[in-house]
């Protein structure tokens, strides 16, 4: 008899940027809140590569809660909302100077 494994929540969730243009896709860790982003590049002779951006200021570890990305419904928005489920606060995070920073947390 197989016996079904225990079902865990997945620790991060993936959104897409709003800005129909732009291939990047967000990710955040949902215990810890840092965020992190890839998209697609392409290469000069090749298939092309995925380029990541870490965590910048703000978009690192915050308050251990439960964070979900949620895009906004601007077509030319290159960032994404960062939200703390439990709290109600939020903050926008976007990619500047290769790295995904986040604006402070706000209610």
Sequence with gaps: MLLAAPVLA?????APAPQTD???VYRVD???GEVGACQFQLKEGGIGV???FPAGEGAGPQP??????VPSRHEREGGIF????RTGEMSI???FDDKVVCT???K
């Design 50 to 52: 995925t380029a990541c």
């Design 64 to 69: 251990p809660s439960d964070y979900v990305l």
């Design 82 to 85: 960062r939200a703390n489920v």
């Design 30 to 32: 949902k215990a810890t």
């Design 10 to 14: 997945a620790p991060f969730e993936f």
């Design 22 to 24: 732009l291939n990047r």
């Design 93 to 95: 995070c976007y990619v």
């Design 104 to 106: 402070p947390q706000a």
